[in-house]
């Protein structure tokens, strides 16, 4: 292998860590991403930058936290002023390509919950480029690539390079129900695809669980098996080059709806999924942003087709375990796929082949679904594989690791230095190791208990989670060690103040740790 090898990063969607069978899921079935791992390093304490899409997503690319590139919750593109990793891979000489999920633009077309005030009677207000405090070009074309009316064309393609992505297929949206490249692909194989996709058109099913939805889609004509077949064709291609690649493989699986195609839908027993920890936890008081999402259930209130966190029941917390466990083994299987044609193309003892997602789901714990302004273990912290042919096999860290130190490892392994800035560190490099990583999150509507839109900064480090929410008068403190299901939040609890000062201390020093340093100085002043 050269000093600039190859690359394959699998990446999926709403996937928290412990739902493979190499992080410890006793029921679900995923050889091939085991054995990723038995081939190189599983990483047991790997967490996102936010525990949202776009946010983090954006950090993945961009090697920087939410507060520096700007997409501070779902709804703003990244701007194109970012340098990302994938850029920097390109300049190098590197071909690059994305088949799959995006989301580093919106793709719902649909009008912003959050808008600026109206001008007040009697005061001018600017328009255009002065009426943010920022200047931004995001009514350009370019930052609209992913919405539905981009797609309603004559031959849309993604223009290029997107991001540093030299070649795009892209698939937009949820489910059974989305769009992009995929759309065309799936109407060339079936004209009459559109009636079989969507809540409306699914096949019967007792299921209970909201979003449950067992598509009538079949299996070969599904999103993970087009972004499956499309990596495998351009793995094809490749095996004549010289020339080292990038390829992102980007599934929009196991994220709900919960609608695993085919034989995948019944492939597993709700009634052989655990129960979670908070259903049988009587003395578990949920702190009120939780207890505002369980009471909006009970008051039959909860918005139950939308994204944020639900409350649910214990038998609705096994369905969509079930039918996530479903759609997880669908994408290894097409993990499965693509590392045999990467291995066909002969280039397979060249190539790192990398796993991870973007953020995780509640899966019924703490009575939960989705994910919301709760920063639990179970939507912060996500798997992280690396696999590369001339690295340690088997083996497992637990170094602190976080999304946005992905790009920052690549680089350093195809030995490219970052762009000024780029605050991600080398994952392979114990010198580098923090004592905690700093969580950010936001959201740009307000969420059931809280009364305001919500912006947490969290602070995990190897034993504690410490949560600090902007404008309220409480905030959350956890010892994993003690406590690994976030049961009792010791916040007020005097016992531990002295940690609760020494994480806030820490909390202080990584956001001054992720500090813009970009632009570089020009010059002495």
Not at 70 to 81: D, E, K, M
Request: charged share 20%.
């Amino acid at each position: 292998m050269s000093d600039r090898p190859s690359f394959i990063l699998f990446i999926t969607d709403q996937h928290r860590a412990d739902f493979l069978g190499c992080y410890g899921h006793p029921i679900v079935r995923t050889p091939n991403i085991d054995a990723m791992a038995a081939q190189g390093t599983a990483f047991d304490r790997f967490y996102v930058a936010s525990p949202v899409c776009m946010p983090n997503r954006a950090s993945l690319m961009t090697g920087r936290m939410p507060s520096g590139h700007g997409v501070r919750f779902n709804g703003i593109p990244l701007s194109q002023r970012n340098v990302t990793f994938v850029e920097l891979l390109r300049d190098a000489g590197y071909d690059t390509a994305l088949i799959g999920k995006s989301h580093l633009q919106t793709f719902t077309g649909i009008a912003p919950v959050l808008t600026p005030p109206e001008a007040r009677p009697g005061y001018y207000k600017a328009n255009g480029p002065l009426s943010e405090a920022v200047r931004n070009d995001f009514a350009a074309p370019g930052y609209h690539v992913e919405e539905p009316d981009f797609w309603s064309g004559e031959s849309p393609a993604v223009p290029t390079p997107f991001y540093g992505f030299d070649h795009v297929e892209l698939v937009t949206g949820h489910g059974d129900h989305i769009g992009g490249d995929y759309a065309r692909w799936a109407r060339e194989r079936d004209p009459e695809i559109g009636s079989k996709m969507g809540a409306q058109n699914q096949l019967p099913h007792d299921y209970t669980c909201p979003q449950a939805v067992r598509t009538a889609v079949p299996s070969e004509l599904y999103s993970t098996s087009y972004i499956a077949e499309r990596a495998c064709a351009w793995l094809e291609a490749r095996k004549d080059s010289d020339r080292p690649f990038f390829l992102m493989v980007s599934w929009p699986d196991p994220h709900h709806p919960f609608n695993p195609p085919g034989e995948y839908w019944d492939m597993y027993d709700p009634d052989d999924m655990p129960v979670p920890a908070a259903f049988t936890a009587n003395d578990w008081a949920p702190p009120p942003h939780v207890a505002g999402v369980l009471g909006a259930r009970e008051a039959g209130t909860a918005n139950l087709k939308g994204m944020n966190a639900i409350g649910c029941s214990a038998r609705e917390a096994q369905e969509a375990q079930a039918l996530t466990c479903g759609m997880i083994t669908m994408i290894d299987d097409a993990v499965g796929r693509v590392q045999g044609a990467l291995t066909e193309s002969g280039r397979g003892g060249e190539t790192v082949t990398i796993f991870t997602s973007d953020h995780g789901d509640h899966l019924g714990d703490h009575r939960l679904l989705f994910k919301g302004s709760e920063q639990y273990e179970q939507i912060t912290r996500v798997p992280f594989v690396w696999a590369d042919p001339q690295g340690e096999t088997g083996t497992r860290s637990d170094r602190l690791g976080q999304t946005l130190d992905i790009g920052a490892t690549i680089l350093e392994r195809a030995k490219i230095e970052q762009a000024w800035g780029m605050q991600g560190r080398d994952l392979l490099s114990e010198k580098t190791a923090p004592e905690g990583v700093l969580i950010q999150y936001a959201h740009q509507a307000q969420m059931d208990g809280l009364g305001v839109c919500p912006n947490v900064h969290s602070l995990r480090d190897t034993r504690y989670r410490l949560s600090v929410f902007q404008g309220l008068g409480w905030g959350e403190l956890y010892d994993l060690e003690a406590d690994p299901h976030e049961l009792r939040n010791l916040w007020d609890a005097p016992e531990a103040a002295p940690v609760k000062a020494r994480l806030l201390e820490q909390l202080m020093q990584a956001e001054l740790a992720h500090t813009e340093t970009a632009p570089a100085p020009v010059a002495r002043a």
